[in-house]
């Protein structure tokens, strides 16, 4: 069974850093772009970043690009996302969510987390 | 930005009944679209995608239909368990989602 665990989510002040973690389980981690999604009631769903299976391609949507940086770890089965320079409008539930792209598509992502609450907020 | 528009945002029906969601891409997106349904508390799960695949364990009720700008989510005959919010995402260019369909129980 494929599981994706979040951890990291928090109260931080606005120009602040956290950082999230997702451990995965369950099939071969590095076999899959893993993705980060974000969720709020006013803005609905929106994707973060992308990052390839071996590390060498990461992809941010616009409002992020700078301040936030995808990795993973694939000896350890875990995603991160570092998030810098926060702001009150990164405030969300964060999903780690396993991507499956078919060669020269998009990813659509096949499997989330609970998710991690990110609080940005003085 | 690849807009998504999902009709109606609402949608009250009885278990029993057939149900219709709708999603409109902004430009052409080909088939590359996925479908999710989301309950209060959990995150969401696929459903369907390119346009018209059931995902691992989604039961033969669903059904996904529509390419380039106009899709549809079908449910033949609705369970207590499918009512949730419903999304479209594409990804023909970057990832989108739509604002989602809530369908209720009438």
């Known amino acids: 069974e494929v599981q994706l665990v979040e951890s990291g989510g928090g109260l931080v002040q606005p120009g602040g850093s956290l950082r999230l973690s997702c451990a995965a389980s369950?099939?071969?981690?590095?076999?899959?772009?893993m993705s980060w999604v974000r969720q709020t009631p006013e803005r609905g769903l929106e994707w973060v970043a992308n990052?390839?299976?071996?590390?060498?391609?990461?992809y941010y949507v616009d409002s992020v690009k700078g301040r936030f940086s995808i990795s993973r770890d694939n000896a350890k089965n875990s995603l991160y996302l570092q998030m810098n320079s926060l702001r009150d409008e990164d405030s969300a539930v964060y999903y780690c969510?396993?991507?499956?792209?078919?060669?020269?598509?998009?990813?659509?992502?096949?499997?989330w987390g609970q998710g991690a609450l990110v609080t940005v907020s003085s | 930005e690849i807009v998504m528009t999902q009709s109606p945002a609402t949608l009250s029906m009885s278990p029993g009944e057939r149900a219709t969601l709708s999603c409109r891409a902004s430009?052409?997106?080909?088939?590359?679209l996925a479908w999710y349904q989301q309950k209060p508390g959990q995150a969401p799960r696929l459903v369907i995608y390119?346009?018209?695949t059931r995902a691992t364990g989604i039961p033969a009720r669903f059904s996904g239909s529509g390419s380039g700008t106009e899709f549809t989510l079908s449910i033949s005959s609705l369970q207590s368990e499918d009512f949730a919010v419903y999304y479209c995402q594409q990804y023909h260019y970057w990832y989108t989602f739509g604002q989602g369909t809530n369908l209720e129980i009438k």
């Open positions: 430009q052409s997106i080909s088939i590359h």
């Open positions: 369950g099939f071969t981690f590095s076999n899959y772009w």
């Open positions: 390119d346009a018209s």
């Open positions: 969510a396993r991507g499956n792209k078919i060669a020269g598509d998009g990813i659509y992502f096949d499997n």
């Open positions: 990052v390839k299976q071996d590390d060498s391609a990461k």
